[in-house]
Structures are given as structure tokens and as C-alpha cells.
């Protein structure tokens, strides 16, 4: 919510400081998330309030126009300007006047830069300043002529005094919907005793024609209108709304349109009650009426509509509607129809002033993805209480405009008057809730201010308090302890340590094993990360991960066109994030541990949990004794595998040549552990490096089951260290290439016992002599005992059983 102080001046004065203002904001709920200083970068002595006094021809050129304008006492100079808006013989026109020196915006550059006024001569004649336009001035876009300021525009005022303005931009809260208007603030600034409520005139009652003979209107669902005013004007002229309320529209951030419409904003951002505007012409009475007729309902099987931006919408069952005597013209409380708009022609305007369910306006602005002004105030809900008076205050600015006569009364319909509530507020409640006391006095003036009427109820100390009609959100005692402590500022409410005995924690098992699990990737180098949940499914597609989209949870209505379904994998995430990541760093060692949704029978989808892991870069960083470390590859991922299963005791993992997408053949491997499979992983397909823009790297990349891959993890089991030295053998074995190395190891463990203390394959060999088909694995075996010192002799049985087992078991032969 933006809130432009010189138009907010118009509900409160503000009787502090703006800083402390600031500071007192927050303290009651109402975070200021950015102050705003428009016109702070104009010049004060450079960029004035001018008037032109006298406009002669440019003796050189046709299209210029010499203008002699003053800007305080006898100063005056005369500037070129080829502006259609500035004619010969003009006088008395207020324009912003920039003297030499003054910083504008250009507007001939295609950035929007800025560039400093110099004295210039054109075509033969001397220009010592500039009249501006708005673009110049960075108000808006418009270059089409000079901005002409209003009457009460005083010459030689700082440009910065006249049109500057500070703005706050408020970040409320759902809760505070109430303050969803400039009256609302207002009225919060007045509670908290920081300025005084300006009292506003009531609106001028219309004397045309009567409003009933105009318009008709028909509610056909109360739950979901419950309150329908219907003002007119007839008479109007489309134009320009004047410069001083586009100015303030502009700083509230709304585009403005034209003087009909930008009423209807105007008086919204003053109320916080949204209006609609229609064409009064446009619209059908019902069969045998010549009165145009609105019907409020709820949408049937096979509706559409075309709102204002173009778009033919397909309407949900039960979506709300405004609908004349023949059809839709307006999504209610969303957007108004193509087919009933406001145009330059128009000449009669009905005014809309509605109460609607605040969920079904929710539903249709989500569910067609059109988020507006109108419909989060309607969403968060809007009191029926306001509509007359909001609906008599937009005919009233639309009259004073766009001219025309307001037509007498206005059509109103209210099935389901607005009910007055009262909330018992007990004694001792806000000591209860707050942990401080606050003097009775005190709370009763916090309420009032409010807009509460507050009156004694018992012997007790307890009070009634009589709801406003502009507060919804009044219902229970809380929610006035709320308020009271809102204006009260929480920073006054005391700390104080809990009192009681804290809950033993309960042990989550799964929990701490994955946290031990992502202890250990960290160790191995990685960095944990967190990505999106939601993701776009071709990029799945692209990777071949999965054949189609069948298989991923859709969502009704996402947030943004590549977020639509709930992932099925992590992989598509990490490989987004090192992309982002590339930019800025040559390394990239990243995992992943969360879940993943998969469709399922029930209501919701499942939700099993993932590891993925990506490499990508050294190894490790450079250092002085190694400048080139080697680039990771699909062996890191490997060990961080195996260390990772080491470190959780979850016994050893199996690895088996795996071809599938989006692994390169050769280079990739699937996991298995106690003979299930637990995942894949591998270097990424160079083929598929484009589908997120990858250089040309190696990537190394993997996802698995973790509830597979870390169940039964455990700390394992100690034993003492050996006194007593080690001695260690080599054996070298010649085997089929296909045969596993990790089987020839677990023949070796399982032959060897206990003596065998370690375990390490350090060379592979192919070519001669060796047979074609065959390599050689050499193996360092370390032998220990923890009672005694071996000899060769107590190690050489266990050696020749070795042998024995790998002739028997798998057929390999020592090496010659």
C-alpha cells in the first residue's frame, strides 16, 4: 500500500515527526518497507514554478515559440520550445521551469538517462532554461507537451516543494485489511496518538433524473453480494482527469486511464471500498424492460466473458458475475467486461459500489490469474457498510471532472445488512495474553480510538466493546487484546524467560540419520542447497528422466508459467542451480536431501525423500603445490558415495554399469545396497549440456532413494588399535574385463578373515601379454593381528586360501 503524505494529509495531521512516525509504524504492525522521496533529485534553486507571462513566434523557425516565463518577483527568461501545447500569445500558464544546471531526464535517450541543462543557442536565438514535460521531470512517460500545472501553482516555488511528495510503501499483513485505504491509515496514525483525524464533508446528493428510472438491479445470490449500490451520471465528458489527481494516482502506483476511471481508483485508495465504472448505454434490460438491468449470479455451464485486457475467459461453475438483461459484462470484483467499457464515446456511467464474498473473489482472481487492486481488497475482505457513501463520493469527483449531472439517489440493494457486533472484553484478559497490565483508562481511550464504542459490563472490570463496521476482522476477545497491544507497540510488551519445564525432546531417528548424512557431504567438500519444489516438466523430458508428463502432480493454479508441477526429480534443480552458479565460480559440489511427489491413489500425492548430488569443476581448490587439480569425475562421486555409506555404517554398496539417459555410455553406474537398487548416478551426456545452457565441462550428477540408501544406519561398531606392526602384500590377479573389481574384493575379505586389516585396488592393466578380453587388477593386501607381531609364515596360509577362493569362485588365475 502506497501512501503519498500530502494526499493522506487530507484524513490526518500529523502531529510528530516523520521519524518518528517511522519508528512508531512498525511498532504496531505496520512495517514501512521503503520510503520514497519524489522530487528529491530536483534542483530546489535550479527546477521552479514558473508562469508564462508572453509566447511570441520564433523568428527562425515555424514549429518554435519563443515563451518569456517569470519565476518569482521581477525574475524572468525567455526559453525555445517547440511544444504544440505552448502557443503565441499565451499568458498566465503555470509550467515547470529548469534554469541552467538542473539535472533532467532525457528524453530523446533510450535508457531514460539523465543529462544536465546548459544555456544553448537554437536556430539563432538564446535559451537560457527549458519549460519541461512530464517525462523530463521523471513523472511519467508523456512527451507529447509541456506539463501545465495547476492555478494554485505559486511562480518561484522549488519545483520540489509543489509537486514533491514522500511516500510510504506499507507491507501490510492479511489481518490488517482494514488499512487497505488512505482512511484506514489515517485512523491507525490517529490510535496511536501521532496525528489528529481531519474531518471529511459528506457527499453531495445528485438532483437528475432519480437513479431508479435509470438502472435496475437484481442480486439473485445474497451469500455471494450482499450489498449492491448502483450510482449514475449522466452527461459525462471522457477526458483527462486533471494533473493534481494523476499526479497522486501515479505516486500510489495506478496508471492512470482517464478522469471515469481514475475516480473510481481515486475513491478506492481513499476508502479501500473497490469500484467499477460501466457504460450505462451498453447495457441490456431484461426481456420487456427498457431499463438497463444488472444481475448479480453466479456463472452456468458454459459461460465466458471477455474482460477489459482482450481475453475471452471460460468461467468455472459458480464463478460471480455482473450480467445485464442478456449476458456477463464483468467478472465481479475482478474486472470489468470489453463489452461494457468506458470509452471516449461514453456518456452515461453507471457507478458500481458491491460487497462481495471475499472467497469466491479469492477463487476467480487466482483461478483466471488476474490479481488486482480491487480484488486483493475484495479477497481480504471489503464491509457492505461503505459502498453508499464510497459510490456518492465517485458521482460527486465524476460530476466535478467530467462534468454532467449526478442522477438523484442512488439504487440500492441489500439482502444481508451488514450485523453490528459487540465482543466482551473480560477483566484481566490483556494481562493474560500480553504477560503486562495496562490502566483500564488507558484501554478503554486505545479502543475508542479505534472507532469502538466501550461501555462498563459487570462488577468484574470487564467491558463491552461495539465493533466498527470498517473492522471484519473484530470478533473475539483476542482480537481486541490484539489491538490494544498493536497500539499500545510491541516493543512495550516485557520479555521474560518461559516459566515451566520444557518437554523432553522426542528422538527422530530418520531425522538424525540424514543429518549425519549431510555432515559427511559436507566433509567430502559439498555444499548443501535447497530448490524449487516446483519445476517445469520438459525439462524431465529433455533429460529423458521420464516419457511423458503423466506421471507428475499438476497444480491447478501456479504461480508462474515454469512452476507447474510438483517435481518428480532433483536433478533438474541442481543442474539449474549450477548454471547460476558458473557465473561466479569455476567449482560447483552441491546436494540435495528432500522429497519428491509422485501421483498417488489418495488425496495427496506421495512424498518419499531423495539425496542428489552434483559435481562439476577441480576436484579441489588450487593451491600453490597443485595449480591444476583434476576435474571431477565419475570416481569422486564414487568415493563421496562410499565414504558417505562408510561413514553411516549402512554396509557396503554394489556398482554396476548402468545405461540409461541422462548418463554418458560408459560412464555411469547404478547402486545397489543388500541387493536392492538405491539409485543411479554417473557424468552427464554431453548431448544434453544445452537443455540448461551448460559449457562445455564435465558434470558429474546422481539421485537415490534415501530411505533405502541410509536405512539401518547405525555408529558401527569400535575396536582397539593394534600395538603391533603391519604387514602388507601385493596380489595381482588376471581377470575378464566384465568381471566386477568389487566382487574380486569381497571373494579376497571374505577368504582373508580377520587378519585382513585393509584392502586397496592401485592398478588396472590392459595389453600384452595379457590376453585380449582380459586386464590385470592388482591388489595391496595389509595383514595385522592385535595380540602379536606376524611373519611371513602366520600370513601365507591366509595368502594361498585367497588364491584357492578366487580359482574356485570366480576363475581368475594369479598373474605371472
Not at 426481456?287 to 474482460?307: D, H, K, L, N, Q
Not at 459502498?387 to 463520493?393: K, M, P
Not at 438523484?408 to 497490565?437: F, H, K, N, W
Not at 585396488?761 to 585380449?772: C, I, M, S
Request: charged share 25%.
Amino acid at each position: 500500500m502506497r501512501v503519498p503524505l500530502k494526499w493522506l494529509a487530507e484524513f490526518v495531521t500529523l502531529e510528530v515527526p516523520l521519524e518518528e512516525l517511522l519508528e512508531r509504524l512498525p511498532a504496531a504492525g505496520l512495517e514501512v518497507g521503503e520510503v520514497e522521496r519524489f522530487g528529491a533529485a530536483w534542483d530546489r534553486e535550479k527546477t521552479l514554478v514558473g508562469e508564462i507571462t508572453a509566447v511570441r513566434q520564433h523568428p527562425n523557425a515555424d514549429r518554435l515559440t519563443l515563451a518569456t516565463v517569470g519565476y518569482g518577483g521581477d525574475r524572468s527568461i525567455e526559453v525555445v520550445t517547440g511544444a504544440p501545447n505552448i502557443t503565441v500569445g499565451m499568458s498566465g500558464v503555470k509550467v515547470p521551469l529548469a534554469l541552467a544546471g538542473a539535472r533532467l531526464v532525457d528524453a530523446y535517450a533510450p535508457e531514460g538517462g539523465t543529462t544536465v541543462l546548459k544555456p544553448s543557442k537554437i536556430r539563432g536565438v538564446r535559451s537560457e532554461g527549458m519549460v519541461c514535460s512530464e517525462k523530463e521531470l521523471g513523472i511519467s512517460a508523456e512527451h507529447g507537451g509541456i506539463l501545465l500545472l495547476p492555478e494554485d501553482a505559486v511562480p518561484g516555488t522549488p519545483l520540489a516543494d509543489y509537486l514533491g511528495d514522500t511516500v510510504l510503501h506499507v507491507e501490510l499483513t492479511p489481518n490488517l485489511a482494514h488499512c487497505l485505504s488512505l482512511a484506514g491509515i489515517a485512523r491507525e496514525i490517529a490510535a496511536m496518538g501521532c496525528g489528529r483525524l481531519v474531518e471529511r464533508p459528506a457527499p453531495v446528493e445528485g438532483e437528475g433524473t432519480p437513479a431508479s428510472r435509470l438502472v435496475a438491479v437484481r442480486i439473485e445470490d445474497p451469500e455471494l453480494c450482499g450489498r449492491y449500490c448502483a450510482a449514475a451520471v449522466e452527461g459525462v465528458a471522457i477526458g483527462p482527469a486533471p494533473f493534481a489527481m494523476r499526479h497522486r494516482l501515479r505516486l500510489a502506483g495506478i496508471r492512470p486511464i482517464n478522469n471515469v476511471v481514475d475516480v473510481t481508483n481515486y475513491v478506492m485508495w481513499e476508502t479501500g471500498q473497490p469500484l467499477h465504472a460501466f457504460d450505462l448505454d451498453k447495457l441490456r434490460g431484461e426481456r420487456g424492460s427498457a431499463v438497463p438491468t444488472i444481475v448479480v449470479r453466479a456463472s452456468r455451464e458454459g459461460e465466458s466473458v471477455t474482460t477489459l485486457d482482450g481475453a475471452s475467459r471460460p468461467l468455472a461453475a459458480g464463478t460471480l458475475l455482473i450480467c445485464d438483461g442478456v449476458g456477463p459484462v464483468a467478472l465481479a470484483g475482478v474486472m470489468g467486461g470489453l463489452e461494457s467499457e468506458v470509452t471516449d464515446v461514453t456518456r452515461r456511467v453507471l457507478i458500481e459500489a458491491a460487497q462481495f464474498d471475499r472467497t469466491s473473489i479469492r477463487v476467480t482472481a487466482i483461478g483466471q490469474r488476474l490479481p488486482s487492486e480491487a480484488s486483493l481488497r475484495f479477497g481480504r475482505g471489503v464491509p457492505a457498510s461503505g459502498s453508499l457513501d464510497a459510490a456518492r463520493r465517485a458521482a460527486e469527483l465524476m460530476q466535478r471532472h467530467a462534468g454532467g449531472a449526478v442522477a438523484r439517489g442512488v439504487v440500492d440493494v441489500y439482502p444481508r445488512p451488514q450485523e453490528a457486533r459487540t465482543v466482551r472484553l473480560p477483566a484481566g484478559e490483556i494481562a493474560r495474553v500480553l504477560g503486562m497490565s495496562l490502566p483500564a483508562e488507558e484501554v478503554r481511550r486505545i479502543l475508542a480510538s479505534l472507532g469502538c464504542t466501550v461501555a462498563p459490563d459487570g462488577a468484574d472490570g470487564g467491558l463491552t466493546v461495539g465493533v466498527p463496521a470498517s473492522r471484519l476482522d473484530l470478533a473475539i476477545p483476542a482480537d481486541l487484546v490484539e489491538e490494544v497491544a498493536r497500539i499500545t507497540g510491541y516493543h512495550r510488551i516485557p520479555s521474560a524467560p518461559m516459566s515451566g519445564e520444557f518437554a523432553p525432546p522426542r528422538p527422530d531417528p530418520a531425522m538424525e540419520t540424514e543429518d549425519r548424512a549431510r555432515d559427511a557431504l559436507v566433509a567430502c567438500g559439498l555444499t548443501e542447497v535447497i530448490t524449487y519444489s516446483l519445476t517445469d516438466p520438459a525439462w524431465c523430458l529433455r533429460l529423458g528422466l521420464e516419457a511423458d508428463v503423466s506421471g507428475f502432480v499438476c497444480l491447478a493454479n501456479p504461480m508462474t508459467a515454469d512452476r507447474t508441477h510438483l517435481r518428480r526429480h532433483i536433478l533438474p534443480g541442481l543442474l539449474e542451480t549450477l548454471r547460476h552458479n558458473l557465473r561466479y565460480v569455476d567449482r560447483v559440489a552441491i546436494f540435495e536431501l528432500a522429497r519428491v511427489y509422485l501421483p498417488s491413489a489418495e488425496q495427496l500425492p506421495e512424498e518419499p525423500r531423495r539425496l542428489a548430488l552434483l559435481l562439476s569443476g577441480p576436484s579441489s581448490p588450487a593451491w600453490w603445490g597443485n595449480q591444476a587439480p583434476p576435474p571431477y569425475d565419475f570416481f569422486h562421486a564414487k568415493g563421496i558415495l562410499e565414504t558417505l555409506a562408510e561413514r553411516l555404517n549402512v554396509g557396503p554398496l554394489a556398482f554396476a554399469p548402468y545405461e540409461g539417459s541422462p548418463y554418458q555410455l560408459g560412464r555411469a553406474a547404478v547402486v545397489s545396497r543388500g541387493g536392492e537398487t538405491v539409485g543411479t548416478f554417473g557424468e552427464l551426456d554431453p548431448s544434453l549440456r544445452h537443455v540448461f545452457d551448460l559449457p562445455e565441462r564435465r558434470v558429474v550428477l546422481g539421485e537415490f532413494d534415501a530411505a533405502a540408501l541410509l536405512a539401518g544406519a547405525g555408529l558401527g561398531s569400535y575396536r582397539s588399535l593394534s600395538r603391533f606392526p603391519a604387514l602388507t602384500q601385493d596380489l595381482a590377479i588376471v581377470c575378464p574385463e566384465e568381471l566386477p573389481a568389487a566382487r574380486v574384493e569381497a571373494t579376497v575379505r571374505a577368504a582373508a578373515g580377520d587378519l585382513l586389516a585393509s584392502l586397496r585396488l592401485f592398478d588396472v592393466y590392459r595389453g600384452e601379454p595379457l590376453p585380449a578380453g582380459t586386464r590385470s587388477l592388482a591388489f595391496a593386501l595389509t595383514f595385522q593381528a592385535p595380540d602379536r607381531t606376524l611373519a611371513e609364515d602366520d600370513v601365507q596360509p591366509v595368502r594361498a586360501l585367497i588364491i584357492t577362493e578366487l580359482k574356485n569362485e570366480l576363475g581368475v588365475d594369479l598373474r605371472a
